[in-house]
């Protein structure tokens, strides 16, 4: 399995309050992504990282930042929590791109639900 | 924005049988990639099978094959001898600078 551990693994928050999800890769891999999972959407991307320092938006960026000061960190921040942001979010790394063939590798989510 | 369209929400097939899920894209490229994942209840995204749209030949991966069809945009998955451990949802995605997951399909295999 590729090295990719997300922290927390659950988490309960209220509405209003800011809440940063960390997803840590031991692979040495370039590119890092954060994905939502909902019913009836499957995976939706939030952003995206292709490198220290340099991250782009993804599908549904709103109420969402990231950054990524290290290689094998990538962290996702939502500044005030709200309801429709309870989801289970994934980290995936890949070797190449959104343009590649490369599998992306999938981390074992974070379930955050927003009181 | 290219879409992804899966139109089985759920499916069984009993043990040792054959069953193809379905998967319809939306796009105007003529390069990309295109992916089947599975997530068992462990929650973990595992990679099934890929194909490069470029390449006619279907791909295979032991008990699993794809029938690609670039015009018709399809990319259906197809799980011969099914076994209890292929219990999970199978999620279609099209990459091509935009990662897209279709819904998923949810595949129940009994015994």
């Known amino acids: 399995d590729a090295g990719i551990t997300q922290s927390p693994r659950h988490k309960v928050t209220e509405t209003g309050t800011p809440v940063t999800l960390r997803c840590h890769q031991t692979?040495?891999?370039?590119?890092m992504y954060w994905y939502r999972q909902d019913p009836g959407h499957g995976l939706r991307l939030i952003h995206y990282?292709?490198?220290?320092?340099?991250?782009d938006k993804g599908e549904v960026s709103d109420g969402y930042s990231v950054s990524r000061s290290k290689t094998e960190d990538f962290l996702l921040t939502l500044e005030s929590a709200t309801s429709s942001q309870t989801s289970v979010y994934f980290c995936?790394?890949?070797?190449?791109?959104?343009?590649?063939?490369?599998?992306?590798?999938f981390g074992p989510g974070t379930r955050l639900t927003v009181l | 924005a290219q879409t992804v369209t899966q139109s089985q929400p759920e499916m069984s097939v009993q043990e040792a049988e054959t069953v193809t899920l379905s998967c319809t894209y939306d796009?105007?490229?003529?390069?990309?990639?295109l992916f089947w994942y599975k997530q068992p209840p462990s929650r973990q995204m595992i990679l099934v099978i890929r194909?490069?749209?470029?390449?006619?030949q279907n791909a295979t991966e032991n008990r699993f094959s794809v029938n690609f069809q670039k015009a018709a945009k399809s990319f259906s998955l197809k799980i011969s001898d099914s076994q209890l451990g292929d219990t999970a949802m199978y999620f279609c995605?099209?990459?091509?600078?935009?990662?897209?997951f279709g819904a998923g399909t949810r595949l129940t295999v009994k015994p």
């Open positions: 995936a790394i890949s070797d190449s791109g959104l343009a590649g063939y490369n599998e992306q590798f």
């Open positions: 692979e040495n891999h370039r590119y």
């Open positions: 990282s292709y490198g220290v320092k340099d991250t």
């Open positions: 796009t105007s490229e003529n390069n990309y990639y």
């Open positions: 194909q490069e749209a470029y390449k006619q």
């Open positions: 995605a099209y990459n091509n600078n935009d990662m897209r």
